[in-house]
């Protein structure tokens, strides 16, 4: 109990107190505190991929294994995990599949820019469709605040493109009132409930902050908040 | 009964219709680019004119925060930055705290180096005129420690030519000693930037950020923790109008149009068809 909870508990609240003190210490020790924990952090980040690329591939081979529904996908994981990690080994300066004179580009540089990034932007553009479809078929304007929402909605996204401002010059004798209109809106209302937004997450990260540091937040320990 | 079997099949049809003319209006437009008239935006503008205020030698740095979901958008901004540091002979420090960003970091480095050629007739050489400093893990922690000890967080660049020494760092040795950090995101690494970068070694900031992102910034914006802003393809479009060269942010821009337009008549159109439903219940409840 005392290697499992407490100590693990001890270090979390000295540390977190530490880091949190050395913010407002203009001491070279302090300074020289922060300098070796963020060169530890970074040190851990490195080895959290080890520990990501570990889960990623139990989890991919548990779903071949019991040929659950759409296992087929999981063998692309580690083909292209595979082919990728492969490349990049064999694609530095001095490896086989590097590049041969200036003006080419070495084998994982190719795979990067001409399966990656398609494949990923054309996923990501899939997102306008699903939007204008769902637009369609919920953006309604069934009592007032959904009726504010729609207007403010349509003057923001017609005010952002180049042709509001074609259509502005013509309607209001050469004046950007819809332009001008969308930025007011961004300007005022959406400026004051993002801001306020934003306060709330801040007070529940603090608070949440608090809770670990004292050890009333358990649950990144494992086993729930027992 | 009727109804509510010709409902589905309505809205199956009705969704295909919707992916057609997005689709259409977004190829069509593209292919026909015509020369487009708008005003930058003051938000933009404010960027501009701060890398336009620096001299040649100063520093800028440019964290790639986004992967290549995010390219159509944010990659023209990458670009536009690119190009203009190497217009003016700023010195941009790119690098990226994510792994996933490294090849589009690096290819938007590469183009931009031998646009500076073709565009300029400059010849921009790495280590010198710029640095490339690839990925380093830590994020947050990266931060702290790039405004502690630049060239401690990046002891190499991405090419493995030590950073101690580097022609292209001379007089860094911080994040207090770059001129201006931007943040081109399509994740949340905005606010770390301010809270971990940018405030601590007192430097302005810029962003580049997607379009649904943008609304975020305007309270930062508006309490001067970011100098101004550049929002989705319209941002990078109005930079590329600014620089006066062109790219792919002003050639989207009749494609973004026609598809807002779209989008707006179906929002408009099934509203219309709603409260004409509702009228025609009420007529006929009442007869």
Redesign the interface.
């Known amino acids: 109990m005392i290697f499992k909870r407490t100590i693990p508990l001890l270090i979390v609240f000295g540390i977190g107190v530490l880091a949190f003190v050395q913010d407002y210490v203009p001491h070279p020790w302090s300074?020289a505190f922060?300098?070796e924990?963020?060169?530890w952090?970074?040190v851990i980040?490195?080895f959290?991929?080890f520990l990501g690329l570990y889960s990623l591939s139990h989890m991919h081979v548990t779903r071949i294994r019991r040929q659950m529904p759409g296992w087929g996908y999981s063998i692309f994981v580690f083909i292209g995990a595979i082919g990728m990690i492969a490349t990049g080994i064999f694609s530095d300066?001095f490896g086989p599949l590097a590049a041969g004179t200036k003006n080419e580009v070495d084998l994982f540089?190719w795979g990067?820019?001409n399966i990656?990034?398609p494949?990923?932007?054309t996923?990501?553009?899939i997102l306008?469709?699903y939007?204008?479809?769902a637009?369609?078929?919920t953006?309604?304007?069934r009592n007032l605040a959904a009726g504010l929402l729609?207007a403010a909605?349509?003057i923001v996204?017609?005010g952002?493109?180049?042709?509001s401002?074609?259509v502005s010059g013509w309607l209001f004798n050469d004046r950007?009132v819809i332009?001008n209109l969308s930025?007011a809106i961004?300007?005022y209302p959406?400026?004051a409930a993002?801001?306020g937004i934003?306060l709330g997450i801040a007070l529940g990260v603090i608070s949440q902050s608090m809770r670990i540091l004292l050890g009333i937040e358990r649950s990144y320990m494992g086993g729930g908040d027992r | 009964m009727s109804t509510n079997q010709s409902r589905p099949r309505y809205y199956e049809l009705t969704r295909r219709i919707i992916y057609v003319s997005i689709a259409l209006a977004v190829i069509i437009p593209y292919f026909y680019n015509p020369k487009q008239d708008f005003s930058p935006s003051i938000e933009v503008r404010k960027v501009y004119d701060k890398v336009e205020s620096l001299s040649p030698g100063d520093h800028l740095l440019i964290s790639i925060d986004y992967d290549p979901s995010s390219e159509a958008e944010l990659y023209p901004m990458s670009l536009a930055l690119l190009r203009h540091c190497f217009k003016k002979g700023v010195i941009p420090i790119v690098m990226t705290p994510w792994p996933t960003s490294v090849g589009i970091a690096k290819k938007g480095c590469d183009e931009a180096v031998a646009d500076a050629n073709s565009m300029f007739g400059k010849k921009v050489v790495s280590g010198k005129d710029y640095v490339f400093l690839g990925f380093r893990p830590g994020i947050t922690n990266l931060m702290l420690k790039m405004g502690d000890n630049l060239k401690g967080a990046f002891d190499k660049d991405y090419y493995g030519q030590p950073t101690q020494g580097m022609k292209a760092l001379a007089g860094v040795s911080s994040l207090k000693n770059v001129k201006l950090l931007v943040d081109l995101a399509a994740m949340g690494t905005v606010e770390w930037w301010i809270a971990y970068g940018a405030d601590k070694a007192d430097i302005p900031m810029a962003t580049g950020t997607t379009a649904v992102m943008t609304p975020d910034l305007y309270p930062f914006y508006q309490s001067n923790q970011l100098i101004g802003f550049l929002g989705g393809l319209r941002g990078a479009a109005d930079y590329e109008k600014l620089l006066k060269i062109p790219g792919r942010g002003e050639r989207g821009m009749l494609a973004q149009s026609v598809t807002h337009v779209l989008i707006i008549l179906l929002i408009l159109g099934a509203n219309i068809h709603m409260f004409a439903s509702q009228l025609l219940r009420k007529k006929e409840a009442l007869s």
Request: aromatic fraction near 10%.
């Open positions: 300074t922060r300098d924990m963020t060169t952090t970074m980040g490195g959290a991929m300066i540089d990067y820019d990656l990034i494949c990923s932007a996923v990501f553009s306008a469709f939007m204008a479809s637009a369609f078929r953006f309604r304007a729609l909605a349509i996204m017609f952002r493109v180049p042709v401002e074609v950007m332009p930025k961004m300007d959406n400026l993002k801001r934003m």
